[in-house]
């Protein structure tokens, strides 16, 4: 009964050093399994926990792949030897990186060398004589082999840093590359001989066997002496591509979609570029937002503006030998083995797999999801829109992030971040219009009761808000609500866009910037005041077109002396007795001009006293 | 108990070699004769390709550090002699206590011999200090000799390594039982009188 105890642990000493090694072996040599195993060991570690499978052998190695569990169940005769094939495959040299993405499905082209470069025995003989110690022998023995077993482990931990395929699995570990080489693994009870032009580059090495009572436990390892034959190549990832003349979804800008109104819009709308449809936009050019957001992944977070590429470079997944029959296993490995090779398109590998650049991403959507791209854009992207200048005849003036010039570009600059849009903007058609109101009015001097409103308001970028719209409010001071419609993650504004508050479409534009004239709110001829002194390059696009319309509708003839518009003409006018500010000009008598002076002149005073001005007549001071 | 002992074989090295060749071969060493419960600790070596095995005890490494410091101080005051490092494990016992003593004898059952042969080139400068003065031209042949002393030297620290590993694998039947509780046997580490 002693004796049968005795065996038992050894059994089971046998049974946990397989296991045991077989774990050194596959965190060592297989990229992605040690990066699970790297991960939960940084949790361990900071836990502080020691799982039941450290303690054996007193090497912490942190928890075992699933996958070792399923080869210990099928592999459970201690006497069968356990052979660990570490492969290396190379793929094709005409496949690349781009090709795998356009075509994730199929198989990867070119062939796939697979060479053996490592294979670990460990064996569990049975000695012919089996000698029948005593209790207390018995006993001392099992200890023994218990140490013993931890120095050959802790030798075979050491030399697998020493072999030269620890050096490819550094080289596959690293995610900063991404590479054409994969580190596999095959384990079975048997192994195909190998070849004599194989064995001829290849040394062994046997570990000094730890001999006990009941069988003798041995591990050798045969390895190729070198692998500089094997040219690891770095995968050639697309180089970023920067978009120069992104302008931003269309959807999100008003402009692109302007409602049909008597006012004219549809003829001072800005063309757009190529004037094609949201449909047909997306397919213009590539953009850079369609790198993650499409794919219906729970985490796009791997597929950032570094994007996450299909995972070819490594084995996935180990090969399961859950079946019995050993024969099959090279069957089975085999056929794993290429299906997981195709399996470039599991969400799991993400978490693997190094990022791909940017520009690779319009191309991965349809790797990923199959679909197509076209399509895939077309519920969340739209065309970038090209804005061109109303009266300035730059039809073709895009937004660029830097444009700095106010007076030329209609629309603020943007940061190439913030002009990547999802298409789910309900934004109205005056967003875009009114955020150039708010640049015309940071640009120009405005009255201080309307920087007031502005210039200490802060944007408020709901970076979760995917849709949104422009939404302002001109006449009161309310804390300034802009939403854009886009993409979560890309939101970004530059300060100048903070202070935005817009209104709807060819409202009364009482945000116009002038050099001597402040908001008005009231009244067509008070817009028309403003409108005309605003015209000069401070206005917003939108703006300076709804008002230029509304001033046609609206306006009698106007006088050819367009001089008179301005302030110093209403002084002129004033002092003159010349009613010439309206710019109207019919047959009046001398009473109903002086009338209309006062009420311009009234006029003035309140916009002056709202901007603090205080008007001296010289009413006043007679 | 008999006394193993392995006399590692001599490796050529530079002064600013000292401290990362010493650390590879005396880390090894304990990693393999820290029985106790580990959590190996992989280390890249910065001046050659080679990956070495801590036993991530912190204390350990301190002590080890400690040790090397004072080899090289040692060095620096012996120039261009060949030096010997010694790792000693030991197991304390008791004497039989009596009226007058009651010491403790360390009773040695293993001792590595790591043999240096420290050089100062005076083409290549050997130590950190003196980097700053190369050679004003020293041309495409100095930097491929050094490349190639460079590798020279890895294969050797190689050699070394796979040296400490057949050893431990062969020689078990000395190590003591391993004792509850305690991660690595007790060692020292000095340096042989005849090198003083």
């Known amino acids: ?622 | 108990m008999n006394c193993e002992v392995c006399q590692l074989k001599e490796l050529e090295v530079e002064h600013f070699e000292i401290r990362e060749v010493l650390r590879c071969i005396l880390h090894t060493i304990v990693f393999h004769r820290a029985l106790g419960l580990v959590r190996p600790k992989d280390v890249d070596l910065e001046l050659f390709e080679i990956t070495y095995v801590q036993c991530g005890d912190v204390e350990l490494e301190k002590k080890i550090d400690e040790k090397i410091d004072h080899f090289i101080s040692w060095v620096e005051k012996h120039p261009n002699k060949k030096s010997q490092i010694c790792l000693s494990f030991y197991e304390v016992k008791s004497k039989q206590p009596s009226w007058f003593t009651n010491k403790t004898e360390r009773l040695y059952w293993e001792q590595w011999y790591i043999n240096l042969n420290v050089t100062q080139h005076p083409k290549h400068h050997s130590s950190k200090s003196h980097h700053t003065k190369l050679v004003v031209d020293p041309g495409e042949s100095a930097t491929e000799e050094r490349s190639s002393r460079r590798a020279m030297v890895e294969a050797s620290l190689r050699e070394v390594l796979f040296q400490i590993i057949k050893f431990v694998n062969e020689k078990k039947d000395h190590v003591p039982p391993i004792s509850e509780g305690v991660i690595y046997f007790p060692y020292e580490i000095t340096i042989p009188r005849k090198f003083q």
């Not at chain 1, 090495?205 to 009572?213: C, G, H, K, N, R």
């Not at chain 1, 094609?276 to 791997?302: A, E, I, M, N, V």
């Not at chain 1, 002084?571 to 000009?585: K, L, M, N, P, Q």
Request: some cysteine; glycine content about 4%.
């Open chain 1, 1 to 622: 009964m002693e004796m049968d105890r005795e065996s038992g642990k050894l059994e089971q000493i046998v049974s946990q050093f397989r296991s045991k090694i077989l774990h050194v072996i596959l965190d060592s040599r297989v990229p992605s399994l040690h990066h699970h195993h790297h991960q939960q060991q940084q949790e361990s570690l900071s836990h502080s926990r020691v799982r039941k499978t450290d303690k054996w052998f007193n090497l912490v190695l942190g928890d075992r792949p699933p996958a070792l569990e399923n080869l210990n169940f099928s592999l459970r005769n201690l006497f069968d030897p356990m052979v660990i094939d570490i492969i290396l495959v190379h793929r094709g040299s005409c496949s690349s990186s781009v090709d795998n993405l356009y075509s994730p499905s199929a198989p990867a082209a070119g062939p796939a060398d697979e060479t053996v470069i490592e294979r670990w025995v460990v064996q569990y003989d049975c000695p012919r004589f089996i000698a029948t110690p005593s209790g207390a022998d018995a006993c001392v023995s099992y200890k023994k082999i218990y140490k013993k077993s931890i120095i050959l482990l802790r030798s075979l931990y050491t030399q697998m840093r020493l072999l030269p395929a620890y050096r490819i699995f550094k080289q596959l570990s690293s995610l900063s590359q991404t590479y054409n080489f994969d580190l596999v693994y095959k384990v079975s009870s048997f192994s195909h001989p190998f070849s004599r032009e194989e064995e001829s580059g290849m040394k062994e090495y046997i570990f000094a066997p730890v001999e006990a009572l009941s069988g003798c436990l041995s591990v050798s390892v045969t390895y190729r002496a070198t692998l500089s034959d094997f040219n690891l190549e770095p995968l050639v990832s697309l180089p970023p591509k920067i978009i120069t003349d992104y302008v931003g979804s269309p959807t999100t800008d008003p402009m692109r979609s302007f409602p049909s109104s008597d006012k004219g819009a549809h003829a001072t709308s800005f063309p757009l570029r190529g004037a094609r449809p949201p449909s047909s936009s997306p397919f213009q050019r590539p953009h850079s937002w369609s790198s993650g957001f499409h794919r219906g992944f729970p985490s796009t977070k791997t597929q950032s503006l570094a994007g996450s590429p299909p995972v070819y470079r490594i084995s996935p997944k180990p090969y399961d030998i859950a079946s019995p029959p050993t024969d099959l296993y090279g069957n089975r490995i085999q056929n794993q083995r290429v299906s997981t090779l195709q399996q470039v398109t599991a969400y799991d590998e993400y978490k693997s797999s190094p990022p791909f650049s940017p520009s690779a991403s319009p191309s991965t959507p349809s790797y990923l999801s199959g679909t197509n791209p076209l399509r895939t854009r077309h519920c969340s992207e739209t065309a970038p829109v090209t804005i061109p200048l109303p009266l300035t005849g730059r039809s073709t003036r895009y937004l660029s992030p830097n444009s700095s010039d106010p007076s030329r570009h209609s629309l603020p600059p943007l940061s190439p971040r913030s002009s990547k849009h999802d298409a789910s903007s309900q934004e109205s058609p005056s967003g875009i219009r009114s955020y150039r109101k708010i640049e015309a009015l940071r640009a120009g001097e405005s009255p201080s009761g309307l920087s007031n409103n502005y210039s200490a308001q802060k944007v408020v970028r709901d970076s979760k808000d995917d849709s949104g719209r422009f939404s302002a409010l001109l006449s009161s001071s309310g804390s300034p609500r802009i939403g854009f419609s886009r993409s979560s993650s890309r939101l970004s504004f530059q300060d100048d866009m903070d202070d935005c508050e817009f209104s709807c479409p060819f409202d009364v534009d009482d945000v116009d910037v002038s050099d001597s004239s402040s908001q008005n709110t009231e009244g067509k001829k008070a817009s028309e005041f403003t409108a005309q002194s605003n015209l000069v390059g401070k206005k917003s696009h939108d703006a300076a077109v709804g008002i230029l319309v509304h001033m046609l509708r609206t306006a009698p003839p106007l006088r050819q002396d367009s001089s008179c518009y301005s302030t110093h003409s209403l002084r002129t006018e004033y002092e003159g007795g010349v009613s010439i500010a309206s710019g109207f000009f019919m047959p009046r008598k001398t009473a109903d001009a002086l009338e209309e002076l006062n009420s311009y002149r009234e006029m003035k005073d309140l916009l002056l006293s709202k901007s603090g001005t205080r008007v001296v007549r010289k009413e006043e001071i007679k």
